[in-house]
């Protein structure tokens, strides 16, 4: 009977203790540490967030209305200074967390990868350095990553994406190194990839073509090699790619057959792109611009380049182009630009 009484004490006692672990008074405790790790100008946030009012109206922080556990952390463009304290993946109801552009220093807390609703965490714009936590390549929940310029180093994860819900993906201008492995493809909600700015190497993975709502591929100023995979230009969803600024080589081909594009923007100046411009670029029919300057681009301009009839800016100087520039160019009637500076071409561009 006692040891019954006991028993029954003890799983009393456990079963407060998890309610405690996991209550408003773990988010106030994180929040604080949180707190004490910053400053913030005259002191903002330390005279805001004081223990006499309920954490749910400090500046900055979102509750639930019933539980009062904190969904939102809104701290943008506030000129806060100091560390992330691993202490936020203590908000287990966290989904965004939105610190970008104050002055942030240090690396991102390996836990708030791992925060079970985290949906947004935008760090834009601050000082951070170390590597991103590959955790974060492994939340099942995260819809939105945003960790442009930072100090952000080392290698991208090359191990297997695991983020189904994953829609931008935004490292722009930070010290990134690896390869985009071809796990990627699995990452099949994405819309927005912007790895520009980096010091990415390898190959673009054929896989990345089975990103099938893919909206903008940004890839410019990196040290990408190889040659641009023809199936990309089979996404239908694909508005804006940018491969500037790259060691790409080999040519630039669309896949053979029948795709359907909505390619708007398709730059890819300063590579070693060869070959011909193909015949079958006709069926980009939404270009508007096209960028294939400083290449190593060679033959004629195709004849029936006027399909593109909705182009407006075109650019192809600085490639051992010949021939004469193609009539049909001059029917084109959106058409503001043309850069064909230093080229091997003859004659005269007439308009209609
Ligand atoms: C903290 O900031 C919020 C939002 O601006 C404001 O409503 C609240 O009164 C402030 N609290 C204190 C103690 O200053
Ligand atoms: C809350 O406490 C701080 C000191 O910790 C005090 O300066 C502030 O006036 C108090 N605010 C309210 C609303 O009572
Ligand atoms: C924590 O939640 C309880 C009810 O669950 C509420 O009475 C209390 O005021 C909350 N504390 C804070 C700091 O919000
Ligand atoms: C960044 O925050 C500062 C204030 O801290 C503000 O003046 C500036 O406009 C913000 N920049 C952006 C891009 O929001
Ligand atoms: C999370 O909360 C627990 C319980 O309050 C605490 O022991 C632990 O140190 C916290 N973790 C971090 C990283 O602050
Ligand atoms: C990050 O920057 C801090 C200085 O802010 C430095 O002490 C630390 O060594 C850097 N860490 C890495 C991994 O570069
Ligand atoms: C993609 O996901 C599937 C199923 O989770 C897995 O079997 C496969 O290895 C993954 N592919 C890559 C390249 O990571
Ligand atoms: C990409 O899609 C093809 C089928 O179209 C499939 O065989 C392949 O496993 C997929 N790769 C990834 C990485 O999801
Ligand atoms: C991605 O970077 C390019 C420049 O490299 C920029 O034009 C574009 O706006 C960026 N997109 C996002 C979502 O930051
Ligand atoms: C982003 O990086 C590019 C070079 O990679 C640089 O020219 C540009 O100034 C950077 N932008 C910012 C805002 O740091
Ligand atoms: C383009 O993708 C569609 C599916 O979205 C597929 O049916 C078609 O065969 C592909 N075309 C080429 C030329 O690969
Ligand atoms: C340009 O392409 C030609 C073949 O078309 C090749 O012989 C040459 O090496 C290439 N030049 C560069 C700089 O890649």
Known sequence: MEKHIFLLILLFLIQFSISLASSNETDQQALLAFQNLITSPNHFLANNWTKNTSFCSWYGVTCTPK??????????????????????????????????????RGGIPYGLGHMPRLRVIDVKNNQLN????????????VQVISLAFNELSGEMWRGPWYVPKLRVLNLRNNSLTGIIPPSVGNATK???????????????????????QLAFLFLLDNQLTGSIPPTLFNISSLLGISLSFNGLSGPLLLDEG???????HLSMSFNQISGCIPSNICQLTELKLLSISFNNITGHIPRNI??????????????????????SLGNISTLQYLDCVDNWMKGKFLKN
């Open 130 to 141: 170390g590597s991103i936590p590959t955790s974060l390549f492994q939340n099942r929940r």
């Open 67 to 104: 539980s009062q556990r904190v969904v939102a952390l809104d701290l943008p463009n506030l000129q806060l200074q100091g560390t992330i304290s691993p202490s936020l993946a203590n908000l287990s109801f966290l989904g965004v967390l939105n610190l970008q552009n104050n002055s942030f």
């Open 258 to 264: 029948n795709i359907v594009s909505n390619l708007k």
């Open 306 to 327: 006027g399909c593109l009839s909705k182009l407006e800016r075109f650019y192809i100087g600085e490639n051992p182009i010949e021939g004469t520039i193609p009539t």
């Open 190 to 212: 994405l819309l927005n990839i912007n790895l520009s700015g980096n010091r990415i190497n390898g190959n673009i993975p054929m896989e990345i073509s089975n990103l099938s």
